[in-house]
């Protein structure tokens, strides 16, 4: 399985932005870099995915380095209800594999 | 609206006493994931189904079954509970489980072994 390294825990102000990197070496022409998160006691939830090309959505915003090593995973404007675990996976098949994600604090 | 339901959120059973936690979806998709997660961890996954083809982790212990009697519900089973199988249960499903979709989760069930 393709691997993924995220910081365990990042801590950012309520309201400002707040840029959730990740490191993927090892990723292959066909992957797909998938973000997900999980707020307390609830499933994980979908936030965004992106091949080559950066991505937006109404959650949030996907920076995908030009040699695809590497993926930010931008929240503009940070609240406090974004306190969440973090998961950036790579998917290629069937499967959906969580590494261990970043631990994200917003300070009000 | 509750797209992929598990029942129950809550689940305590007694060490050895089989138990089966429950997952049903109104999203038609053909691909469901069942997954276990444990304090302060990732979820793991445990196997998945693509329709009705059934497709187990390595690492998963033989005390985890599952079934899939239809599209729309799937079942985990667990045949003899040790302590070490408390933990949340989470269920997921994908359209295709292409590469390019998105999974959608459910609340998950939270298992305790008393």
């Known amino acids: 399985d393709a691997k993924t390294t995220q910081p365990n825990s990042m801590e950012s102000n309520e309201e400002e932005p707040v840029h959730l990197p990740c490191n993927h070496s090892?990723?292959?022409?066909?992957?797909?870099i998938h973000w997900y998160r999980q707020l307390p006691s609830q499933g994980p939830e979908y936030v965004i995915h992106?091949?080559?090309s950066n991505v937006n959505n109404r959650m949030a915003s996907l920076a995908i380095a030009e040699d695809r090593k590497s993926s930010t995973l931008i929240l503009h404007r940070a609240t406090l209800r974004d306190a969440a675990v973090y998961y950036c996976?790579?998917?290629?098949?069937?499967?959906?594999?969580f590494g261990k994600g970043t631990r994200l604090h917003i300070l009000p | 609206d509750a797209m992929v339901i598990q029942n129950p959120r809550y689940q305590v059973t007694q060490f050895g006493k089989p138990v089966t936690l429950s997952c049903s979806q109104t999203?038609?998709?053909?691909?469901m994931y069942w997954y276990q997660q444990k304090s302060s961890q990732a979820p793991k996954l445990l196997f998945h189904?693509?329709?009705?083809?059934?497709?187990n982790e390595a690492d998963t212990p033989d005390n985890f079954q599952s079934r899939r009697p239809n599209t729309s519900f799937c079942f985990l089973d667990i045949r003899s509970p040790g302590l070490g199988d408390a933990a949340m249960y989470l269920c997921?499903?994908?359209?295709?489980?292409?590469?390019?979709?998105?999974?959608?989760f459910g609340q998950g069930t939270r298992l305790t072994v008393v």
């Open positions: 997921a499903t994908s359209r295709d489980g292409q590469a390019d979709t998105e999974a959608f």
């Open positions: 090892t990723i292959s022409g066909t992957d797909y």
């Open positions: 992106g091949l080559t």
């Open positions: 996976i790579l998917n290629r098949d069937d499967k959906i594999i």
């Open positions: 999203l038609n998709h053909n691909v």
């Open positions: 189904y693509y329709d009705k083809d059934f497709n």
